[in-house]
């Protein structure tokens, strides 16, 4: 599905932030590099926040998680993005600290944990979803199969009936024992 699709991104992109905070204090003494990192950093950063918020709220490009339970976890990590990981690279972004690059590190394990648990809850209830679809077609299945000797019945009085009345009555006048007298 697109939106495991999307969550999965997060992911990704939760990684990719982390190997580019590493990389930035890394060659702290290559201020091009650092300055290129910087700012791809914050690429990430604003992608992350976008697909998040996406999922969240739903916007142009991504269509609002409808699963309540996936919505909470979303929210939830949307709450520990502002809490805890943008003052981390915000500290990163001015100071290059290499403690900082370690607490970053440990957020950003838990945010993995937290996106695994979105993404499998949101498998597991589009998994239920899919199931119940297919129950409910085999339920629709066999009541068509069911009724289908009453729809048979149906047509046969209504349709088929009258017209081998019609048909008898054609042959009578045909043969000439009709009784036309006979309203």
């Known amino acids: 599905s697109i939106q495991v699709n999307n969550i999965g991104g997060l992911r990704a ?11 930035i204090l890394r060659n702290s003494s290559k201020d091009e590099l ?5 700012k791809e950093l914050k690429e990430n950063a ?9 999922l969240i ?7 609002k998680v409808r699963f309540t339970t996936t919505l909470e976890k979303l929210k939830s990590i949307k709450s ?10 915000k500290n990163l972004m001015e100071s290059e600290d ?18 695994n648990d979105a993404v499998e809850e949101y498998a597991k209830l589009s998994t239920k979803r899919v199931e119940r679809s ?4 085999i339920l629709i299945f066999i009541f068509a199969i069911l009724t289908l000797p009453i729809y048979i019945f149906i047509v046969k009085k209504a349709v088929l009936s009258p017209i081998e009345l019609l ?5 009578e006048i045909s043969s000439g024992n009709a009784d036309l007298t006979n309203k």
Do not use: R
């Not at 900082?100 to 996106?115: C, P, Q, R, S, Y």
């Not at 297919?134 to 077609?137: H, I, V």
């Open 57 to 63: 709220n739903g916007n142009e490009k991504i269509q």
């Open 167 to 171: 048909n008898e009555k054609m042959d």
């Open 134 to 137: 297919e129950y409910m077609n």
């Open 13 to 23: 992109e939760n990684y990719k932030m982390a190997f580019l905070a590493e990389e």
């Open 98 to 115: 290499s403690q900082g690059v370690e607490t970053l590190k440990n957020d950003t394990t838990k945010m993995h944990t937290a996106i």
């Open 80 to 89: 520990e993005w502002e809490k805890e990981i943008i003052p981390d690279y």
């Open 46 to 54: 604003e992608e992350f926040e976008s697909v998040l918020n996406g």
């Open 34 to 38: 650092k300055d290129e990192l910087k």
